[in-house]
């Protein structure tokens, strides 16, 4: 039996890369809010109630 209080998150950070300038950024994989490119302003993920839509290509977890 474990003793955990809190069930851990099924979320984690990544990379993202801006398909419009190619700034790369870290988001995480379950958005609250719609995240943007902090260079150009595109979107790059959207919220869902769960795993975010991403317009940015995943490039890797951000350590």
Request: net charge positive; aromatic share 4%.
């Amino acid at each position: 039996m474990e003793n955990d209080i809190a069930p851990k998150p099924g979320g984690k950070f990544v990379k993202v890369k801006c398909p419009d300038c190619g700034n790369i950024q870290i988001t995480y994989t379950k958005p609250a809010t719609v995240v943007q490119c902090q260079v150009c302003g595109a979107t790059l993920a959207k919220p869902t109630g769960g795993k975010g839509d991403f317009r940015g290509e995943i490039v890797g977890d951000a350590e």
